[in-house]
Every structure is written in C-alpha cells, then in structure tokens.
C-alpha cells in the first residue's frame, strides 16, 4: 500500500469516525432514540446504529436526509 493510500484510508477513518459520533450527539440531544430518529429518516434503528458505530456510512440521500432533519 502506498503512503497516498494509505493517508487516505487513515481520513476516510477520522471522517467516519467524526461523522459517528456527531450523529450520535445531535441524536441524544434531541432526546431520539435510535428507532425515533430511523423513523425520521426512513430506515431501521440497525441501521442508524450501525452509522453512530461507523460500521458504514449512510448513502449521499440518506446524509441529506440527516442534515435536513438537524
């Protein structure tokens, strides 16, 4: 793997990772559970949880979806 690679591979991490853990702190902060805020969006309280833990990422439709609701 090449030191370009492998940066942005490391950015992609900090970028998920930051994502995650707003996501989750705009969440609490309205007071939504998990399930409440999928309700919002339009998909599983799995998947939300699975955005906060940045396991993945939500798709471009989705993250404007988030924005507007925030």
């Known amino acids: 793997m ?7 591979s490391l950015e992609d991490d900090q970028t998920k990772t930051l994502f995650s853990t707003r996501l989750k702190q705009l969440r609490s902060d309205c ?3 998990l399930r409440g805020l999928a309700k919002e969006v339009g998909v599983t309280a799995d998947a939300v949880l699975r955005w906060e833990k940045a396991e993945v990422t939500p798709t471009r439709g989705k993250m404007i979806e988030l924005a507007r609701f925030f």
């Open 31 to 33: 007071g939504l559970s």
């Open 2 to 8: 090449s030191e370009s690679t492998e940066q942005t």
